[in-house]
């Protein structure tokens, strides 16, 4: 099974900072990646799909970027509405389909 | 506006079975893979299932291969998991999501309100 490793797992910034949350595949995955934001006591909801392209109607500050092993989430201006869990997820090939565990952010 | 609505959660004691439905409206069902995810208390994501839109190709994690089974009824835009020989770990919320596109696997594009199981004596 591929398996990802998110860093850091929990980070806290304040209003207009920038972030990066980092993804690491086990084996080459292309750009089979993709992101998803979960608050707290809902369901996940995608943000950014095929490593890069992101979904209708996420707010153009997210943006996603890598290929092959590492993997990057970018927040250019975080706003509070963004505090959340934030999951990275491989579809490479074959399931399982498997997640990173995960990077809180609190703001 | 797609939207799917899980419903079957529950208490059930170890060994027991439960069966989650989803259903799905607002899009083609028959078009779409589907999949179940689960997310244990206070736990990260996990893939449980995946079905084609014909019903004919399934995945499962290993975690519940032999005890879950996946269907679909198109006729009924509606999703199944049955789950026996439920253990304790198997407790979680469990979500239906629709994939992005059709045929295959490429990214959890709509999800569930999710249902709660609860596996405890």
């Known amino acids: 099974d591929i398996r990802l490793t998110q860093s850091p797992s929990s980070l806290s910034a304040s209003v207009g900072q920038r972030i990066t949350i980092t993804c690491r595949a086990s084996?080459?995955?292309?750009?089979?990646f993709n992101w998803y934001q979960q608050k707290s006591g809902k369901a996940p909801k995608l943000l950014i799909y095929?490593?890069?392209t992101l979904q209708s109607g996420v707010p153009s500050r997210f943006s996603g970027a890598g290929s092959g092993t590492d993997f990057t989430l970018t927040i250019s201006s975080l706003q509070p509405e963004d505090a959340a869990t934030y999951y990275c997820e491989q579809s490479h090939n074959n399931p399982p389909w498997t997640f990173g565990q995960g990077t809180k952010v609190e703001i | 506006e797609v939207q799917l609505l899980e419903s079957g959660g529950g208490l059930v004691q170890p060994g027991g079975s439960l069966r989650l439905s989803c259903e799905a409206s607002?899009?083609?069902?028959?078009?779409?893979?589907m999949n179940w995810v689960r997310q244990a208390p206070g736990k990260g994501l996990e893939w449980v299932s995946g079905l084609s839109g014909s019903g004919v190709a399934t995945s499962y994690a290993d975690s519940v291969k032999g005890r879950f089974t996946v269907s679909r009824d198109n006729s009924k835009n509606t999703l199944f998991l049955q789950m026996n020989s439920l253990r304790a770990e198997d407790t979680a919320i469990y979500y239906c999501v629709k994939d992005r596109v059709g045929a295959t696997h490429t990214a959890f594009h709509i999800w569930g309100q999710g249902t709660k199981v609860t596996v405890s004596s």
């Open positions: 084996q080459p995955i292309s750009s089979y």
């Open positions: 095929d490593a890069s």
């Open positions: 607002g899009f083609i069902f028959s078009s779409y893979a």
